[in-house]
């Protein structure tokens, strides 16, 4: 595409607040001249995650769509003074990801509830489909807003691989990365389930329980510290069904192939039900 024609398909917001900086990727809010339809753009900030951006795209148009997973519409370079640039437009109006809910009590647990049974569907959908995450964390999980309704939707699926793990191992997001992965660069279904259960334990307690740092300071007694590590609950109010289930998703026998997403599910959906009639019979504010 010309940059000419490019800037004609979209309008772009005058301020710098359509414009959000996440995971090595920018994502630009704007509205598509002919339609008027909100959308938004994706461009990586490295040459190395160009790749990582068209194989996203590659990889979403070879599965079914869903609700909770990104919906990329198109993927198109532009160019410009010899120059350049790859983007993908998604077909959502999103101004935060999950991270910006994290440490506040801006979310109900009604809505926690409605965020983490978003994320087990995406998850049991991708998993279905035999596609293994590798990097599910609260950065790169976009929200859409439907009413007072908050939508988690997983994105960033470029698939993990030997190849990209010195990659990965720099950037700052490691605290949601498996032991196996950060030591031998092997992601599986059960590496997600691990991402997602640290997920729900800052989702639910309000804290990240593991800080790993990237870089030359990944050093093999931190991994091994990290597969030792044990959480503690003493401070949190989290329900008794999540503790449960997150402590089952980071136990040492997690690797065994008969725990899966669907498992989890099954181990939380009376959770749901139950939790979820009740806050709605009491009519709390969500």
Same mark, same amino acid.
Request: with cysteine.
């Given at each position: ?13 005058? +301020?710098?607040?359509? #414009?959000?900086?996440? %995971?090595?990727?920018?994502? !630009?809010?704007?509205? /598509?001249?002919?339609? $008027?339809?909100?959308?938004?753009? /994706? ?19 070879? *599965?079914?769509?869903? #609700? ?6 198109? @993927? ?7 120059? +350049? ?6 077909? *959502?109006?999103? +101004? ?13 647990? !009604? ?11 995406? *998850? ?10 590798? %990097?599910?964390? #609260? !950065? ?33 997001? =490691?605290? &949601? ?5 950060? /030591? !031998? ?18 989702? &639910? ?31 949190? #109010? ?8 997150? @402590? ?10 008969? =725990?899966?997403?669907?498992? *989890? ?5 009376? &959770? ?7 806050? $709605?019979?009491?009519?709390? $504010?969500?």
């Amino acid at each position: 595409m010309k940059f000419i024609n490019f800037l004609k398909s979209y309008q772009f917001p005058l +301020s710098t607040n359509g #414009k959000k900086i996440v %995971d090595n990727y920018i994502y !630009y809010e704007v509205v /598509k001249s002919d339609t $008027k339809e909100k959308v938004t753009l /994706k461009t990586p900030i490295t040459k190395d995650h160009r790749k990582f951006l068209i194989k996203e795209y590659s990889l979403l148009k070879s *599965i079914s769509k869903h #609700k909770n997973i990104v919906d990329v519409t198109k @993927c198109f370079k532009i160019s410009f003074k010899k120059k +350049s640039q790859h983007f993908t437009e998604l077909s *959502i109006d999103c +101004s935060n990801t999950l991270s910006d809910y994290f440490g506040s009590s801006e979310l109900t647990l !009604y809505q926690k509830n409605r965020v983490l049974n978003g994320l087990i569907a995406g *998850i049991t959908h991708l998993h279905n489909a035999s596609v293994i995450i590798g %990097d599910i964390n #609260k !950065y790169n999980v976009l929200m859409s807003k439907n009413g007072r309704d908050l939508i988690p939707i997983i994105s960033n699926l470029n698939g993990p691989n030997q190849s990209n793990r010195r990659q990965v191992l720099l950037n700052k997001y =490691l605290n &949601y990365r498996s032991p196996e992965f950060l /030591k !031998y660069g092997i992601a599986s279904y059960q590496s997600d389930l691990w991402s997602l259960a640290l997920i729900m334990f800052e989702l &639910y307690g309000n804290k990240c329980p593991i800080m790993i740092l990237g870089g030359n300071q990944l050093k093999e007694k931190n991994i091994q510290k990290l597969i030792n590590s044990t959480l503690t609950f003493s401070e949190s #109010k989290m329900p008794l069904e999540i503790k449960n289930a997150i @402590c089952l998703m980071l136990n040492k026998d997690r690797l065994r192939k008969d =725990l899966n997403i669907k498992v *989890i599910h099954e181990t939380l959906k009376k &959770y749901f039900s139950n939790s979820n009639s009740s806050l $709605k019979s009491r009519n709390k $504010k969500w």
